[in-house]
Every structure is written in structure tokens, then in C-alpha cells.
């Protein structure tokens, strides 16, 4: 089973191809992409034969059960690597595997679970938290229930097995990072590439944009790796399962056709969740040592048949908002390298991911190559995955009298689609005409003035024979419509004469809008297009594509307004203040507490002061989220005689006379430390370094396979 690649809002990372070795077999793994979603964003999950590994035809007709895991904040390596290998075992044994590590488990049935007559599945599913996701999909034999929920634990009755499972890190939302350069964002150049030099010290303005979620770690670190996208998605990974006498698993060991890294890895000592990688290289030979850590081995074979690929990471740890310095060296190769940002909160589950591309050429020399995919979860502007009207037939493209067909160059501006007929600025505005237009052709236009449009492209329902369009931005919002439902930042206005929205399947904007216009708190994501149609705003698809460019499809022409959904608050009040005891004996501990209620519609953090005559003597931070309250609760004791005012947030309490001699004084034998228990996580404790990541999910998928031969054979 595989989660859905280039899902709109995922983060899609190409992996190293990758092969398993076991008992003399060769298995493609076929894992290729490491797919990042998002909280309240659809999941996609495809179960189907897979060329050279397994035959699903065999379950064609069967229903079967999702089964959903959230892992728990002390999941880790080992844990990972006991669940993968229960899965084949018996149904107790992954039960209680289950039960030990997730801490939000859900079983899904019906309908859309049965399996079609080519033994393929289709399905998905909507997280609603954040954290680490494994799905199993189980199939239920001998007419048994199969797996079961009751009270967040897993339960099963009658035999089952598993025959399909994935895993998916979510993130409450994606994060931003962008190159800047003497303290401005680098924009991407008129082919969408955004350029650097080999030996340059890179810069990245990094946002995890937890504050848009309510969320206020106490700090955030943040880790950017760039890396050669060439070198280390065409390399294989070659990994070795090695079992005993009785087939246990003894050992799995992986070697990559990557032997060497030229690059620098920098890990401040604050970034605790990075520091598995310490300074020094990224080294591409691990394996899994018998505690089921990932261990960095040294490469013994000093020969030049390996593949030396460019790479450097940074890790820090600071502000939500911080910036992040990578260094290259001179003799890295020209070419296209992609970046990763990934941005950790308190815990584990607090975590976001981004990723983008740039290009080392001399500026002018493009980095995109024609017959690559374009990468979906790419801020390099490449392309959006949806863009195929460009492909190369020339009676594709609009042309004929009446203006002029599309100009005999390629793309003005870089933004895919068709060759675009640049327009003239007239009395304010930008106009330009066609000749005639057949039905499924695609027409583009060029109206850049430096305003809020780039350009557009038409693709035509009907034919028309020839037409003309103008584009102006507007000072403010027009008195021929009503206000939007959103805040908004621009107004702009399209028309076309000689068709009618009748005449057009679709329209899509290339815009753009300077970050510098949105107010702290929104997120470019939140951007959207509207339309003013039949009396009322609609608010159209759009997406952020990179930097200050953005992507809208309308279905015809009108006012439109560039705005932006206000970021959800949270809004606190204090209620309930109490105070256990009014009397107490030096050093014995009182109880204080009061009840902090979060009225808004966001999560968020609320610091509580407790005060003794005007002084803070204890601080704590809660977490609420929106339309709950939660308590918090003091414990105080002073070490002089005396009265005492106490105060929280302001609120009294009440007074508390503190005596020399014990007054009703209890030992509890409590000998709970209260501080914080810092424990070292283990690799995979949380977010973690790229490579490793898509090793270890590649290293995982093959552990599976490989204690399941019984499963194997059938599936062969």
C-alpha cells in the first residue's frame, strides 16, 4: 500500500531507488517518494500489484479493514522496527504492538473497503491531529470480525492478516522557507528559477508558521539540507536481511551507490532533535544495530566505483522565525539541488516540513529539464503538476489573424503554458486580441506591468473567431460591487470582448503579491482569488506556488480580489481562583489553582503568574484549545514566617499565614520530581534528518517483507 504522490498541499520528497535482498531473492522495493501530509488534508492510499514484488489479483472481491495508528511521542526506531515485524506474526502479538506504541488508533470499515475484481483498492483518509501515521490495511479470515476499537485500544477477533501497509508523517501545516540574499527574498528569475553559485553560503529565511496554528513552543529548531536532486534520486539502495537458523531477522545492513559527500553538516548543540547527526559528513552507509537503531557504518570500500554527491545541512535551534545558513563549496556541480527545511516544536508530533529547489548555473542558464515531472511539492516554480497544455503540438496553441497568433519564442515569463501574446499598455491598461480560437485550444496572454497579474491563459470551450481582452489594477474596490467576504489587499479587473464565459472552460492566473502586504500571523497559503459574479464574491482554487507567485483558475472574466483568510485567535479567561488552606508551617506545600478558558477559535498558550505581595513566585504555561478551559494548579511553600497575599494573573486569592511550627502537616511520601525528565530520544524520536528518513522508511518496508514469506509466496 502507498500513500497518493502530488496530492495538492503534500510534501513530496523523491527517494533513492531501492532493492531488497533476502534469502538469495531480489525485491524492487518500489518506494520512491516520501509523502508529508497535512492536518484536515485527504490522504490518498492506493493498494495495487506492484511489477515484481506482489500480485494483489488474488484478493479481488475481499473486504478488508484500514487500520490507522497514530504513533505515541516515545515511539522510536526500535518500536518502529517491532511493529513492522508483528504485522506478519500473529494477530496478538501486532495487537499489542499497536497498543504499546500509538496513542490514537482508529479501524475503518464499509463499502469503500472492498477490494475490485483487478485486485486494486483505492482509499484515503483525513487526519485531524498531527503526529507520525501508520496504516495497515487487514483482511479478516474464517469469517472472523477482524481488528476492532474499544476505549483507544486495538482488539481482534477471529485470524487475520495484514497484507498492505504505509506510513505518513503529518504536519499541522507546511512551513515556509525561502533563499534570501542581503536580506530580501531571492525572486525567481523569468524561467522560475531561483539561482545561487557553487561556494556560496546560502541563507534561508525559515518560518515553521506554528504561531497561525496557536501554536508557542518554547523554542523551534530548525534543520535545512541541500542536496544534489540528480546524484541521489537516480542512485540505488541496495539492502541486506540476514536471518538465522529459525528465520529471525539478524541483521539488515544497507549500502548505497553513494559512497561519499562533499559538503559540511553543522548541528548547533541546542538542536537536540538533530544532533544524531553531529558535524561532520552525511555518511550513506547505515544499518540497523540489534537495539533496532540506525547506525552510520564506515565505508570499507576505498575504491572510485562509488557516487560522490554534493550535499550540506544545517541545523539550529532558535526562534519560529529564524534564519539558517548552509554552506556549499566551489566545486559543486552545476546543476538543480533541492532543499529541505524541517522545523521542530516541544514535541515530537509539533513538527513541519518544506522543500523547494534551486538552481547552481550561471543566471540565464536554466536548471529545468523538459522531460522531468515536475515536482508538486516544489517551490521552485517548475511547474504545478496540472500544466499540460504545452506539450509541444503547435495546433495546441491559438494562432490566426486579428491581432496575431502567439509569438514564434518560447514562454515570456517562465510560467508554464502556452507562448503567450504579449500585450500593450493603452490609457492605463493592458489590451491585446487574437485571431480565431478553436474549441480545447489553449490561448495565453503576457499583461505584466509590474501590477498584481503576470498573465493568463485561456482554454476555449467553443471556437471563436477572433477576440480582444484588457487587464487593469484598480486603485480600491469598485463601487459596482460589494465588499468581499475576506480581507482584501488588492482589486484588479479582466474583461474580454467578442466571448463570453459561455465560450471558455477555464482561465488560469499567474499572480503575484508581495509578502510584504500581508499582516503578521497569515501565512501565504491563506492567499486566495476571488471573483464577483451574479452579485456575489466566489472564492476560486489558488495556489502558492513560490516566493510572492501565486496560481488561480476562474471560470471567465470579471473583478477580482486578491484577499486573505484572518488567522483563527485564541482569547483567554481566568475563572475559579482557589486557595487550598489559609494557614501552613514553613516549607510545607499549599495548593493554589484556577481554571483558564480559551473563548476564542484557536488553539493557543496562556502564561499563569502566581504572585506572593506583588512578586512572581511560579510561572506555568497551559495549552488550551479553542472552546475548552483547562486548570492549573500551584504548589507553594515559603521559607520565612509571615503573611502572604497571593494573586494569580491579578485575581486574588486570599491571604495565607505561615507559621514556625507545624500546622496539620501530612507526609505523603511523594516522591514525584515535578522538574521536567529529559530523556535522549532515540534516531527517530521525532522529525529527522531527510536522507535518513527516506533510508529508514525504505530500511522498514524491507524488514516487513522480509519476515513475511508466507505472505510473499502467496503474493508472488
Not at 356 to 369: A, M, R, V
Request: glycine share 10%; aromatic share 6%.
Amino acid at each position: 500500500m502507498r500513500a497518493g504522490q502530488f496530492q495538492e498541499g503534500t510534501v513530496d520528497i523523491e527517494a533513492p531507488s531501492a532493492s531488497l535482498t533476502t534469502d538469495e531473492k531480489n525485491i524492487p522495493l518500489n518506494k520512491n517518494v516520501l509523502v508529508v501530509g497535512n492536518v484536515n488534508e485527504e490522504i490518498e492510499l492506493n493498494f495495487r500489484t506492484r511489477t515484481g514484488t506482489v500480485d494483489t489479483s488474488q484478493f479481488a472481491g475481499e473486504d478488508v479493514q484500514l487500520v490507522v495508528a497514530r504513533m505515541g511521542d516515545g515511539f522510536d526506531s526500535q518500536s518502529g522496527q517491532e511493529m513492522l515485524e508483528q504485522s506478519s506474526a500473529d494477530e496478538e502479538s501486532f495487537e499489542q504492538t499497536v497498543n504499546d506504541n500509538a496513542e490514537f488508533v482508529e479501524v475503518i470499515e464499509g463499502d469503500d473497503l472492498t477490494i475490485d475484481e483487478e485486485g486494486n483498492l483505492q482509499t484515503s483518509y483525513t487526519p485531524t491531529e498531527a503526529g507520525h501515521y501508520a496504516f495497515f490495511l487487514a483482511q479478516p479470515l474464517d469469517k472472523g470480525d477482524g481488528f476492532s476499537t474499544h476505549n483507544n485500544d486495538l482488539s481482534v477477533s477471529g485470524e487475520t492478516r495484514i497484507i498492505g501497509m504505509e506510513s505518513v508523517p503529518v504536519q499541522t501545516r507546511r512551513s515556509s522557507a525561502d533563499l534570501v540574499r542581503d536580506g530580501k527574498e531571492v525572486e525567481a528569475a523569468e524561467n522560475e528559477d531561483v539561482y545561487a553559485d557553487p561556494g556560496e553560503t546560502l541563507t534561508f529565511k525559515v518560518d515553521s508558521l506554528f504561531s497561525s496554528e496557536g501554536e508557542y513552543p518554547d523554542s523551534t529548531e530548525h534543520m535545512v539540507l541541500v542536496y544534489e536532486k540528480s546524484t541521489f534520486v537516480n542512485s540505488n539502495l541496495d539492502i541486506t536481511v540476514t536471518k538465522d537458523d529459525d528465520g529471525n531477522i539478524e541483521d539488515v545492513s544497507t549500502t548505497s551507490d553513494i559512497t561519499s559527500v562533499n559538503g559540511h553538516v553543522n548541528v548547533a548543540e541546542e538542536s537536540t532533535s538533530f544532533q544524531s547527526m553531529g558535524d561532520g559528513e552525511l555518511n550513506p552507509t547505515m544499518s540497523i544495530n540489534s537495539a533496532g537503531e540506525i547506525v552510520s557504518e564506515a565505508h570499507e570500500d576505498d575504491s572510485d566505483d562509488g557516487q560522490e554527491i554534493d550535499a550540506s545541512l544545517t541545523a539550529i535551534s532558535g526562534d519560529s522565525q529564524d534564519t539558517v545558513n548552509v554552506e556549499t563549496n566551489e566545486d559543486w556541480d552545476e546543476t538543480k539541488y533541492v532543499y529541505v527545511h524541517i522545523a521542530v516544536g516541544d514535541d515530537p508530533s509539533q513538527f513541519a516540513v518544506d522543500q523547494g529547489s534551486l538552481c547552481l548555473k550561471p543566471e540565464g542558464e536554466t536548471c529545468y529539464d523538459p522531460g522531468e515531472e515536475p515536482d508538486e511539492g516544489d517551490n521552485s516554480g517548475d511547474g504545478d503538476g496540472d500544466d499540460s497544455e504545452n506539450d509541444g503540438d503547435d495546433d495546441n496553441n491559438a494562432g490566426g489573424g486579428g491581432g496575431g497568433g502567439a509569438p514564434a519564442g518560447g514562454s515570456d515569463d517562465g510560467d508554464s503554458g502556452p507562448d503567450r501574446i504579449k500585450a500593450k499598455e493603452s490609457n492605463g491598461q493592458m489590451t491585446a486580441s487574437t485571431g480565431t480560437v478553436f474549441a480545447g485550444q489553449t490561448v495565453g496572454f503576457n499583461v505584466d506591468n509590474d501590477g498584481s497579474l503576470k498573465n493568463f491563459d485561456i482554454t476555449m470551450e467553443n471556437t471563436v473567431s477572433g477576440f480582444n481582452v484588457d487587464y487593469a489594477d484598480l486603485d480600491s474596490q469598485p463601487g459596482s460591487v460589494t465588499t468581499p467576504p475576506m480581507s482584501a489587499v488588492r482589486f484588479f479587473e479582466v474583461n474580454a470582448n467578442g466571448v463570453s464565459d459561455d465560450d471558455i472552460d477555464n482561465v488560469k492566473f499567474n499572480f503575484r503579491l508581495d509578502s510584504s502586504e500581508l499582516p503578521e500571523g497569515v501565512s501565504p497559503d491563506d492567499v486566495q482569488l476571488l471573483r464577483f459574479h451574479d452579485g456575489e464574491w466566489q472564492t476560486l482554487e489558488t495556489k502558492h506556488r513560490n516566493g510572492d507567485n501565486y496560481r488561480a483558475s476562474s471560470p471567465g472574466f470579471t473583478v477580482y480580489a486578491i484577499g486573505y483568510d484572518e488567522p483563527a485567535q485564541p482569547s483567554f479567561a481566568l475563572s475559579s481562583p482557589s486557595l487550598a488552606g489559609t494557614t501552613a508551617s514553613v516549607g510545607q506545600a499549599t495548593e493554589v489553582s484556577a481554571t483558564v478558558e480559551n473563548t476564542g477559535d484557536a488553539a493557543g498558550t496562556y502564561t499563569v503568574d502566581l504572585t506572593a505581595n506583588g512578586d512572581v513566585v511560579d510561572t506555568k504555561e497551559v495549552t488550551v484549545p479553542a472552546g475548552e478551559s483547562e486548570q492549573v494548579t500551584f504548589s507553594v511553600s515559603f521559607d520565612e514566617a509571615g503573611t502572604y497575599d497571593l494573586a494569580i494573573n491579578g485575581e486574588a486569592l486570599g491571604a495565607i499565614t505561615v507559621q514556625d511550627e507545624p500546622v496539620d502537616q501530612v507526609d505523603n511520601n511523594d516522591d514525584t520530581n515535578d522538574g521536567d525528565d529529559e530523556t535522549g530520544g532515540s534516531l527517530l524520536s521525532g522529525p529527522v534528518v531527510l536522507v535518513l528518513v527516506l533510508i529508514v522508511v525504505v530500511i522498514g518496508v524491507a524488514v516487513a517483507l522480509a519476515k513475511r514469506e508466507d505472505l510473499q509466496e502467496k503474493l508472488k
